[in-house]
């Protein structure tokens, strides 16, 4: 499945990617309960797919089957599901962040050897943390703010683990159940700052520094996580173009060193790190200017495109 939060009007919902075109998922699985004056389907709907997506995900197994319920029923072209309230042709919407709040953004920095050679840093011998806060977080389509602190503006592909069930000392082993999906993240970093500062918080969690999206894709539609594709464009220029087989650190081990730490929770986010490639280390380097257009592509995932604006006084 692709789930995806999304905007009609003001109103933010939670909805199924299927064929060119966004479900909304409350509505779908209230049409398959019953008649729209079923006051009872309705509130059952409405339980399970709030306008929410950690809201969702905090549903579990229930929320999930209940979607694929809705999926099957759009894909066997199920009459009561295909509405013009409940089907819309993507362009009639607008995709938000798939977690548009989420509990945490939890980064991994140096966990690709080729980012790690141009750096000029030793491969780590554990996973490098970091993080972002919500505010940073915004979905397809929104522009990355380009803020007037920095002149160094730089752009990293990289793989998102989403988290979908509450965990602690959670082993290698049973990580990969604690996954509800993966998406696409775009780590925007101000390198001076970043450098200047000496810690990297600052320098990587400015507002609009977090894009993601577009669709949370459940594990079994990626299989494998770790033969990805995964490519940064800027301008029609490829710039990164590596695959995840390459990371250091794969998913399923950072859930559970992770989780030695802290309590992993529904809507968690976890950026997996970016391969070489970026700005910073090119000769000579290339920082993004307001105007450009930046779009990440994982296999499997899609594509996630975002200009560049500058920051308004």
């Keep these: ?37 079923d006051v009872g389907g309705r509130e059952e709907a409405a339980r399970l797919f709030p306008p929410d997506m950690v809201a969702f995900l905090s549903t579990g197994e ?87 602190l920095t002149n160094q503006l730089d752009y990293e592909a990289e793989l998102a683990v989403v988290v979908g069930r509450h965990g602690r000392h959670v082993s290698i082993e049973d990580a990969p159940n604690h996954i509800a999906g993966y998406t696409i993240a775009h780590d925007v970093s101000a390198r001076d700052i970043q450098f200047g500062d000496g810690q990297w918080v600052r320098g990587k969690t400015f507002d609009t520094f977090c894009p993601m999206g577009p669709a949370i894709v459940t594990p079994d539609e990626v299989g494998d996580p770790h033969n990805l594709a995964i490519r940064a464009v800027v301008n029609g220029q490829v710039m990164q173009d590596s695959n995840t087989r390459h990371l250091i650190f794969n998913c399923y081990y950072l859930i559970s060193y992770l989780s030695e730490v802290f309590t992993l929770q529904p809507g968690d986010c976890i950026l997996t790190g970016t391969p070489g490639g970026v700005g910073a280390f090119r000769e000579p380097p290339v920082w993004l200017q307001p105007g450009d257009v930046v779009t990440i592509e994982i296999e499997k995932l899609g594509s996630l495109t975002n200009p560049v604006v500058e920051e308004q006084a």
């Design 62 to 148: 229930v929320g999930m089957q209940a979607a694929r319920r809705v999926e099957e029923a759009v894909l066997g072209g199920n009459s009561l599901v295909q509405g013009p309230s409940i089907a819309r042709p993507e362009g009639q919407v607008r995709l938000l962040a798939p977690v548009p709040a989420p509990t945490k953004v939890v980064c991994i920095g140096l966990n690709y050897r080729d980012h790690c050679e141009e750096n000029n840093k030793p491969i780590p011998d554990r996973p490098i943390i970091f993080a972002k806060f919500p505010t940073a977080v915004i979905g397809p389509g929104q522009p990355i703010v380009k803020p007037r």
């Design 1 to 37: 499945m692709r789930l995806v939060t999304f905007a009609v009007d003001s109103e933010t919902r939670l909805g199924l990617q299927v064929q060119g075109r966004i479900v909304d998922l409350k509505e779908a699985y209230s049409a398959l309960l019953g008649p729209a004056a």
